[in-house]
């Protein structure tokens, strides 16, 4: 293997490889048309290239955390490509109404589909055609559960939530790329419980709400960071209900602890 930008090789990169025994050594990993990947201050941890849409999942029932998919939403905007929310497990009616209710901030940032991995999930299947997509989201949510409703055969492996923690068990060890026709892809990625966002400048962050994007520039100061300066816009917006204003408050708790 040869040490590629960021860190190697992705799960959907395209690669140059050579003979080599039995099988073959990666020479170089070719121009990605797009990366998804956390970064804390030690290191990055690449989830997928060339995906074309990330799904970011949460269920019914482990519950999430806002932070978490703040974060997760935040990466895949900033990676460039189409974003989705899935809300998996809506099968399970006495959770659906809580998990409705707090997803609804995320309305202005994204499409939301409902989903029961577990009754077929028919209802994604027409967001996947024609696109490569990587399903993101914490563990236990049901992306395993997903690719086995989708691809047949797939036989990824699932795991049970645990009751005690209220959480997934990190089923999944590694990406796995499902082709599921000539021109569509579904990678299925392990879950994850921290979501760093070092490697967006803090100035940059703005642009990953989708919400703001309309008034960015606007503001008084030419450098403004929407924490409270006089004549900020997307402040003066979120104010006038243009927005959901939690969203500025996301946006202010990513600017605190990123
Ligand atoms: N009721 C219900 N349970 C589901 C559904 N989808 C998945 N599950 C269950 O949720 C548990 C976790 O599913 P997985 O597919 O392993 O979750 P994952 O997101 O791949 O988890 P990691 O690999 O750990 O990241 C399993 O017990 C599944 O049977 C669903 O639509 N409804
Ligand atoms: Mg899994
Ligand atoms: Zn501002």
């Given amino acids: ?9 992705a799960c959907g990169d395209w690669v140059d490889v050579a003979p080599a025994g039995d099988g073959g050594v990666i020479e170089r990993v070719l121009q990605r048309s797009s990366l998804l990947y956390r970064a804390d201050a030690v ?25 978490l998919l703040v974060r997760c939403l935040v990466a895949a905007e900033h990676a460039g490509v189409r974003v989705r929310l899935l ?48 399903l993101v989201g914490p563990s ?17 492996a699932t795991g049970q939530v645990s009751v ?8 999944t060890t590694h990406a796995r790329l499902y082709h599921l026709d000539a021109q569509s892809a579904l990678i299925d990625s392990p879950g994850m419980q921290v979501f760093g966002l070092h490697a967006i400048p803090p100035g940059k962050l703005d642009e990953q709400f989708p919400e703001f994007r309309p008034y960015l520039g606007k503001c008084r100061f030419r450098d403004c960071r929407h924490l409270g300066e006089p004549g900020c816009a997307i402040q003066a917006v979120a104010e006038g209900g243009g927005f959901q204003s939690a969203r500025l408050t996301q946006y202010r708790g990513l600017m605190a602890t990123r």
């Fill in 1 to 9: 293997m040869t040490r590629g930008k960021r860190g190697g090789v």
């Fill in 164 to 171: 005690a923690l209220d959480s997934g068990r990190h089923t």
């Fill in 43 to 67: 290191q990055e941890k690449l989830i997928a290239a060339n995906v074309t849409q990330a799904l970011v999942m949460v269920a019914t029932w482990p519950g999430w955390d806002e932070d």
């Fill in 87 to 134: 809300l998996n497990k809506v099968d399970l009616a006495e959770r659906r109404a809580g998990a409705r209710q707090a997803l609804a901030v995320f309305e202005g940032a994204c499409d939301i589909t409902e989903i029961s991995a577990l009754d077929g999930a028919d209802a994604v299947r027409p967001l996947l055609v024609g696109q490569v997509s990587v």
């Fill in 140 to 156: 236990g949510v049901g992306k395993s559960s997903l690719v086995n409703a989708l691809v047949a055969g797939a036989g990824a």
